[in-house]
């Protein structure tokens, strides 16, 4: 990726980061359930809600941070994302763990913005073990 690159994705708005963030997390969250065979779609629904829930991102923040996950440039683009302005309000949860959530969802903005394949796929596939491992913590 050339330093120019770089900057531009810098300058996008942390928000436009996670929008992008959310719906690449979403997808791999979504293959992974339906190639374990989750092919009704109330059912797939209510499942993946585990995995992509506000809670559930901040949750894995939390882990990320404990088992010290992720790159300096992917804190970057946690924060810029946790400390963006959003116009859209938390309707199940604080407001707090909204935010953690759009950090979260701004990491996988980034680095689908930025081609970075093999570690969103990486990313992705912690998270799903993290879950499905009940590591979660109840509440951020």
Wanted: charged share 25%.
């Amino acid at each position: 990726m050339s330093e120019q690159t770089q900057q531009d994705y810098k300058q996008l708005n942390g928000v436009v980061l996670a929008y992008m963030g959310d719906a690449a997390y979403e997808v791999f969250i979504r293959r992974h359930l339906i190639e374990q065979g989750l092919t009704r779609p109330n059912k797939l629904q209510h499942k993946a809600t585990m995995y992509v829930s506000a809670k559930a991102q901040a949750g894995l923040i939390s882990l990320m941070e404990q088992d010290g996950f992720w790159t300096e440039e992917e804190e970057y683009y946690f924060k810029r994302g946790r400390n963006a302005k959003s116009y859209t309000h938390a309707k199940n949860t604080s407001v707090m763990t909204y935010r953690i959530s759009t950090g979260f969802e701004a990491v996988f903005g980034y680095l689908t913005l930025s081609n970075q394949t093999e570690r969103l796929a990486e990313m992705a596939q912690w998270c799903i073990e993290q879950v499905e491992a009940g590591r979660l913590p109840n509440e951020r």
